[in-house]
């Protein structure tokens, strides 16, 4: 592509300036950017210290129910840190029953999970260190393991002062870790401050879609690609809701315990996502748009791993988004008319395709660290 095309495809990103047909007047969205450095709670300084224990006990499986299921079990750095199956993987005589989510880059989020239930990395490593299909572990059983692991006593003393380590604290640490997990420095990065040969011909049509005749701007937009806000796509139900046993419990008991109504409880077939908080009708089967950063690594994909690379998803797009399955047509209500068919070509899909691994970069890969061990304590 010559010079002043690049030129102009970098204009489209500036102004993003959506020309779907399907909308009415000309919106503009926040354009896509390079991302900066992550926020830092005034709360939860970072401190070298702190980090290191954070990541110490992101590996732990002591901090959960019988000591078998880390965090890292679920987010594994060579697959995206994230689990590369549709849905998770759950805690042992369980599976999970969504999509596992990458931590990277999850220190930029204001609402974590799918339908956005935690509203900070504090908040949400207890819920998963304790929900009952990830760790399972209850506060007292967890902290009392703390307290018999000399490695760890001296290491809270050291940040946070205390003479035992308290439960509330190994959240803050992990937090602390997970603003480390931090990749800002991918092709797409690179171009957008000023180098346009980080991503190649192909890519750079791909973004002009992207902004353009893709619609995708609409959701997936600024430097996380995501505006964080809710939509019913029409994505198709979980596969292994219909057929495997074990993942049905899950989904039985998981609309059991979240709270639905009698009658949607006998004959919802379907994640009802952000409802599950709201309880409100119009958001039924609504999700996070998820940030498009590290994506390369962390296929499948969509709340439930409906789709396993970014051709099915674009494919996706491309039909117009999906139908719900539903049960009394409340949810195919909900499905956002932001999408419409597309009429990409193959070319196209091939570009689109070609862009969306520019948000990814360099895999991040860390040593994984040395768990300390328990000792007893002497009874004097
Ligand atoms: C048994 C598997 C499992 C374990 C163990 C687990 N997670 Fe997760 N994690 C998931 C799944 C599945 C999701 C998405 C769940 C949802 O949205 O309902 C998720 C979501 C997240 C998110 C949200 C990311 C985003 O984009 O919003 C973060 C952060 C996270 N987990 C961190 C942790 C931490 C920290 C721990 C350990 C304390 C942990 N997880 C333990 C499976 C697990
Ligand atoms: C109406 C808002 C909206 C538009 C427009 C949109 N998306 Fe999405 N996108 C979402 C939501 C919401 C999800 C998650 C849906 C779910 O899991 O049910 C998603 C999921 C994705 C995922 C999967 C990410 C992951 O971590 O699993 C990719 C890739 C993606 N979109 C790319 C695109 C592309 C490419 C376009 C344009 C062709 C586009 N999106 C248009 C809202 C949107």
Known sequence: MKPMKRKLALLAGVAAIATSASMASAQVYPPLAP?????????????????????????????????????????????????????????????????????????????????????????????????????????????????????????????????????????????????????????????????????????VAGMALFNGKGGCIACHNGAQATDENYYNLGVPPAERWETDGLAQITYRYEIFAKGVTQEMYRVLKDDPGLYFRTKEKEHMGKFRTPPLRYTAYTAPYMHNGSFWDFEEVVRFYNAGGGENDFTDGTMAATKTDLLKPLNLSDTEIDQLVAFLGAFSGEELKVEPPVLPPYEAMASE
């Open 35 to 203: 991302l900066g450095e992550p926020p830092i709670p005034l709360d939860n300084k970072m401190s070298d210290a702190k980090v290191e224990l954070g990541k110490i006990l992101f590996w732990d499986p002591r901090l959960g129910g019988d000591a078998s299921t880390a965090c890292v079990t679920c987010h594994a750095p060579d697959q995206g840190w994230a689990f590369s199956d549709a849905l998770s993987r759950g805690y042992p005589g369980t599976v999970h029953w969504r999509n596992s989510q990458s931590v990277i880059n999850s220190a930029y989020l204001g609402q974590l999970f799918w339908a956005g239930s935690a509203k900070s990395l504090e908040k949400q490593a207890p819920s998963a260190a304790k929900g009952a299909v990830a760790g399972n572990g209850e506060n007292d059983v967890m902290e009392t393991r703390l307290a018999f692991i000399p490695g760890y006593v001296e290491r809270f003393n050291d940040v946070y002062g205390t003479q035992w380590p308290l439960i509330g604290d190994a959240w803050n640490s992990i937090a602390a870790f997970e603003r480390t997990l931090i990749v800002n420095d991918t092709p797409l990065d690179k171009y957008l401050s000023g180098d346009t040969s980080a991503l190649n011909d192909e890519q």
